[in-house]
């Protein structure tokens, strides 16, 4: 039953890929309705974090009931909410495969000056994949908790462009799966491994980033350490993505020529990762 339902005063649209958590809880603070009100209207009453992405829950019902609150099509909403794609009826749901399960998107405030633009003051948090780490028009870094300013950095910027290029020729969600894998490799290295040329770069980009107040200088976060590391990352991702290189005995000669380091100065501990089967098909 949809015919008592009204538009609301303030139907504001949602941003590409903001969580629908978010989108939920902006159209709520915005015609002042409690968060649980407002969900009961669409279907399931539920407390939505804005960090929330999950329509595990929701029956079909809820998608024509949400077009008419917000004054939007479905398609619409399904454009710039793609997570709104998985409604189903409740016998039709199957469980995520791993690789979708590992290749989870994260949740990331979207960049505060892009939202300023649009005249969004609030909250507005996104559905955030790894090729998608840095904002290009204002140079910021959107993986991490904070927003660093790049004008410092621009092979981070680089790095993200040659990331998005990457993810448009291969298939997601392996090249997710390739990233962390990446990732984890350039984390233990940053950690473990001997001093070697790529810590004088990670320790320049380190250094360029405001203090943190409440870490340890000596000891930098996670999130500072994926921004430090990432022009490595992706180098890496793009190699343990390239079917030719995967399981290669020269792997670790052409990730030192990729990382432009001597093979000696590489630290140990390189592998080509996990694969899916279905990966070689892209
Ligand atoms: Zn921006």
Known sequence: MTS?????????????????????????DANHLAIG???????????????????????????????????????????????????????????????????????RPACR??????????????????HEGVCHRHRIWLLGGDQHDLSAL?????????????????????????YLHARKITAQWFREADPSP????????LGTLPEDP?????????????????PETTTLTSLFASPHWRGHHGLRAEAAQRLAIAVQDLPPGLTAGWRHPQADRA
Not at 4 to 28: K, Q
Not at 113 to 130: E, F, K, N, Y
Not at 198 to 205: E, V
Request: glycine content about 6%.
């Open 37 to 107: 009100h407002l969900s009961f209207l669409i279907g399931p009453n539920r407390r939505h974090r804005r960090d929330d992405n999950r329509v595990g829950y929701w029956t079909p019902a809820a998608l024509p009931r949400l077009a008419i609150l917000t004054g939007r099509s479905i398609p619409a909403l399904l454009h710039a909410m793609p997570a709104l794609a998985a409604v189903r009826e409740p016998g039709q749901r199957r469980p995520p495969l791993a690789v979708e399960e590992l290749a989870e998107p994260r949740r």
């Open 198 to 205: 790529l810590h004088q770069r990670w320790n320049r980009r």
């Open 154 to 178: 621009p092979e981070i910027t680089s790095a993200d462009r040659r990331h998005r290029r990457l993810v448009r020729r291969r298939k997601d969600p392996f090249i997710t799966v390739d």
């Open 113 to 130: 000056l892009c939202m300023a633009h649009r005249g969004i003051h609030g909250l507005v948090v996104r559905s955030t994949d790894p």
């Open 214 to 230: 409440y870490g340890d200088p000596h000891r930098p976060d996670e999130d500072r350490i994926e921004l430090a590391t990432y």
């Open 4 to 28: 008592h339902l009204r538009t609301l005063p303030l139907s504001l649209p949602p941003v590409h890929g903001e969580t629908i958590g978010s989108y939920l809880n902006r159209l709520a």
